[in-house]
């Protein structure tokens, strides 16, 4: 299709329309500083320690088992582990 269409051409103002509508929906960012107060702001960096990807696939495969873990077990998984490749 790409080949036959000139998808910037075609989709440009479609997609700039949509971008638009999307912008006009968004939040104003502001600085954290004025968004959270420091209870917020202590939850955040405690969430932040405790969540890593390595984390994350084991949870996922403790509820979503694939083929070749039918019991749902997980490998231990080290923090260099955790470098978002490809969530699971």
Do not use: W
Not at 15 to 24: G, S, T, W, Y
Not at 27 to 49: D, K, R, Y
Not at 55 to 66: K, L
């Amino acid at each position: 299709m790409t080949s036959t269409l000139d998808c910037e051409t075609a989709f440009a103002e479609p997609l700039a329309r949509i971008n638009a509508k999307l912008d006009a929906l968004a939040m104003p960012l502001v600085e954290a500083s004025q968004s959270i107060s420091a209870t917020g702001e202590q939850l955040f960096h405690a969430i932040n320690a405790l969540y890593t990807m390595a984390r994350e696939r084991q949870v996922h495969a403790r509820f979503s088992p694939s083929q070749d873990q039918p019991e749902a077990e997980v490998a231990a998984m080290s923090e260099e582990d955790d470098d978002c490749d490809g969530l699971f």
